[in-house]
């Protein structure tokens, strides 16, 4: 089954504590994003890597990390978390980096930064 | 800037009504525009698309039309389901590149 996999589905932590979010595709796409959702802002996307080693900025990248070793893989790091980082995150994946091609998203990642 | 609007909601609807949630984009080009529908506690799912004006995408009884000279894609479906409940999101995605500016969502209820 086609699917994006995201771990863990909810976490609360401390401010300033390190923290991965991981991201797993099984359909081997080269391209694939991050997202975060808030309340009457929509998604905004964070990250986004059009293939391994390729990574770019998206249009919120301040405060996280992200790396692309591995075609499947696309971790999101957390370094020094915030409270305004509280947030539902979505992983998301697509074939290639032209648009008309679905893009397939995770279930989400709640994360609670206290 | 590309942009994407449409109403937060909620929109509440009796089963069996006629559904609009209106979506209309800002755009420099030519952009490719989507519908995509997020169930409770579930990530986002392609509903629906079209790539070109007067394209009309289709699925699951829903229907968008792709207006460019209003700048439209409005969402309609004839008769709603209590499975219908979800958040929709408008999108659209220019350049041919897979950058897509998302709207806020809009809320649906649908009571029996």
């Known amino acids: 089954e086609a699917q994006v996999t995201q771990n863990p589905r909810y976490l609360i932590t401390v401010t300033g504590k390190k923290l991965t979010v991981t991201c797993s595709q099984n359909m081997n796409h080269e391209y694939m994003s991050w997202y975060r959702q808030d309340p009457g802002l929509g998604l905004r996307q964070i990250y986004y890597?059009?293939?391994?080693?390729?990574?770019d900025k998206g249009d919120v990248p301040e405060g996280y990390k992200v790396s692309r070793k591995e075609k499947r893989n696309f971790p999101l790091i957390l370094e020094s978390p915030s409270p305004n980082q509280t947030s539902l995150y979505f992983c998301?994946?697509?074939?290639?980096?032209?648009?008309?091609?679905?893009?397939?998203f995770g279930e989400g990642s709640w994360l609670t930064v206290v | 800037g590309d942009s994407v609007t449409q109403m937060e909601g909620p929109v509440t609807l009796s089963e069996e009504a006629f559904l609009t949630i209106n979506c209309t984009y800002t755009a420099t080009g030519y952009p490719s525009l989507f519908w995509y529908v997020q169930y409770p506690g579930e990530g986002l799912q392609l509903l629906l698309k079209?790539?070109?004006?007067?394209d009309k995408g289709s699925n699951k009884g829903f229907e968008a039309t792709y207006r460019k000279e209003t700048t439209s894609f409005h969402l309609e479906k004839g008769s709603v389901q209590v499975s219908d409940s979800a958040v929709y999101f408008c999108a659209l995605s220019e350049g041919g590149y897979q950058k897509v500016t998302f709207g806020i969502g809009t809320k649906l209820q649908v009571i029996p």
């Open positions: 079209a790539t070109k004006a007067d």
């Open positions: 998301a994946s697509s074939l290639d980096m032209y648009s008309g091609n679905t893009i397939y």
């Open positions: 890597s059009m293939n391994v080693e390729v990574t």
